[in-house]
């Protein structure tokens, strides 16, 4: 990751009812560099795990954090057992090594590293369907319009300029869903 370009690190806070529908109640998208990274997920799942829910950051002209954003609601009273942190990890030694720093970094959580498989398309089919049903709720946030239009902007050949919140999004989906066996 690169500070203010390319790819970026996208954290979705999604859970399921059992009644089978998906809440999907926040989304976090930041272009940081590796240290950077690492401390936004550490103090994402902190703010996960307290159930707080928090307004964007806001940032200084060069793209670093001025101000964590300020607490919007909590949402601890519909959290039943911890929250889970999935953390996809990258093929190769580098996506190894960066597994092994989180897991570190991560450890007083609740901390799920799988491997990616599969393609784009077949990986987010599942949530796809769930929309496709009817059976997804976003909550309303900064986040919804620059998520939706990803999704609807993401094409199955593969040939996508954004697909960061997709591959987020599908993965968490994945994690919650408890009809289909997690690989």
Do not use: C
């Amino acid at each position: 990751a690169t500070h203010g370009g390319g790819d970026w690190t996208v954290g979705v806070l999604i859970g399921m009812a059992d009644n089978g529908i998906v809440y999907i109640v926040d989304v976090v998208r930041y272009q940081f560099d590796s240290n950077e990274v690492r401390e936004l997920i550490q103090r994402i799942a902190e703010n996960d795990e307290a159930g707080e829910i928090h307004a964007a950051d806001e940032l200084d002209d060069r793209g670093f954090v001025k101000k964590t954003g300020k607490l919007l609601y909590s949402i601890k009273e519909t959290i039943i057992g911890r929250v889970k942190l999935r953390i996809s990890q990258d093929p190769g030694q580098a996506g190894k090594d960066q597994a092994s720093q989180l897991k570190t970094l991560l450890a007083k959580f609740l901390l799920v590293i799988r491997s990616i498989t599969g393609s784009k398309a077949t990986r987010a089919s599942g949530l796809a369907d769930a929309v496709n049903d009817g059976r997804v709720v976003l909550v309303r946030g900064e986040w919804n319009y620059p998520f939706v239009e990803e999704y609807r902007q993401f094409r199955e050949d593969e040939q996508h300029d954004a697909d960061d919140q997709v591959d987020a999004g599908a993965d968490a989906y994945t994690e919650v869903d408890k009809k289909k066996r997690v690989m």
